[in-house]
């Protein structure tokens, strides 16, 4: 499937995301969707180094 990634995103924080074509052709309209990142804090036990968390 299509999938995308979106960088610089904060910890602890939700976004809403929208999705359109590029061209005209395409006559979908655009989706939307939300997105809701983590705690820094609950990355710890994934990473071999702790995460440097600012605080959350």
């Known amino acids: ?3 995308f990634v979106i960088t610089g995103l904060l910890f602890a924080c939700k976004y809403r995301v929208a999705v359109k074509p590029v061209t005209e052709q395409e006559q979908r309209s655009e989706v939307m969707t939300s ?3 983590p705690l820094c804090s609950s990355l710890m036990g994934r990473r071999k180094k702790p995460a ?3 605080r959350d």
């Open 35 to 37: 997105v809701t990142t």
């Open 52 to 54: 440097a968390c600012a």
């Open 1 to 3: 499937g299509t999938h």
